[in-house]
């Protein structure tokens, strides 16, 4: 799939979103019934918050990458601090999710719902809202990409850095520590079948192609539900974001640093007036018969055996 974003079309290089959710008609929202934000801000908000988690994460991951970029591996190497900004980047990922239906919550009007529900998408689709289910199935695959946050805020799960070594760089990823059904600490079963680390190259590249792939949906499910009401969208150019900007800026500088097993990536290309996220676009990088790598891993006294991972 491919997603292109034009200055002289939209005005700016950030998601969808920003160019229609300022224009539902007034007589077609119920935010303040809802008690909930205009659907512009809260996707400016969420918005906002993912562009600052993602800087980090890119800013920490290619200051690390020019810091461990020498000919032969280092004595001892720490991803410490990029792996707290990872796991943050995580959680707001998942709350961006979750807040992508409280912008269709905001279309249903309460005095005439049938459904109460606690969470904003299952009161969405317990109300039936027009496109809502075919949302849900567009993001399934995605959310449960993010169960990894679920686990590391209930279940005492850690992420832990893995390096390959090549001559004049490094490739660094993440996994996420947790017991098998043995209790041998190690890649967690669920997370990594394979017991395949994840590269921060595909990783964050994979994240910002999904941004964009929500808000698409979410685009098109609000327009089916005006045009079951009746109503229609209409898209207007947006200013330019300065945050977005730099989002956009770092993901171009981030290197095709993939691990062994990662066979799929993200291609992001762009030009004065145009930006092009693809996916997938196929990796071919050549490896050594032999490579070297290193992990972080912590064990203790009731937790003496580890699987290591295989990126």
Known sequence: ????????????????????????????????????????????LSLEKVGDAF?????????????????????????TELLKHQEDFLR?????????????????????????????????????LSGAKTFEEAIAGYKKSLRIA????????????????????AHLGYFLEEPDAKGHLGPSPDIHPDQGAISFARDLTWHLFNIYLASEKLVGTIEKALNARGSSLSPVISPSNAKWEQVISLALKIPDAYFPKEVRAVGIYRDAQT?????????????PA??????????????????????
């Not at 930006?275 to 490896?287: A, D, G, M, Q, T």
């Open 1 to 44: 799939m491919k997603i292109t974003r034009s200055l002289s079309l939209h005005g700016t290089f950030s998601p969808a979103a920003v160019n229609v959710l300022g224009q539902i008609p007034s007589q077609a929202l119920f935010h303040t019934r809802q008690q909930l934000r205009h659907p512009e801000s809260i996707y400016r």
């Open 275 to 287: 930006l092009v996220i693809k996916f997938p676009k196929e990796v071919r990088l050549r490896f």
């Open 290 to 311: 032999q490579v070297k790598t290193s992990c972080s891993f912590c064990i203790d006294k009731h937790s003496r055996k580890y699987k290591l991972p295989l990126p």
């Open 150 to 169: 679920n686990k590391l805020k209930h279940q005492q799960c850690c992420l832990r850095g893995v390096a390959v070594w090549l001559p004049g760089s």
């Open 92 to 128: 707001v990922l998942q709350e961006h999710l979750d807040e992508l239906w409280l912008i269709l919550k905001t279309l249903v009007d309460p005095t005439s719902a049938t459904e109460g529900a606690l969470f904003a998408n299952q009161y969405v689709l317990a109300n039936k």
């Open 55 to 79: 800087c980090k994460v890119a800013e920490a991951y290619l200051a690390k990458t020019e810091t461990y970029s020498e000919a032969t591996p280092p004595n001892s190497w720490e991803i």
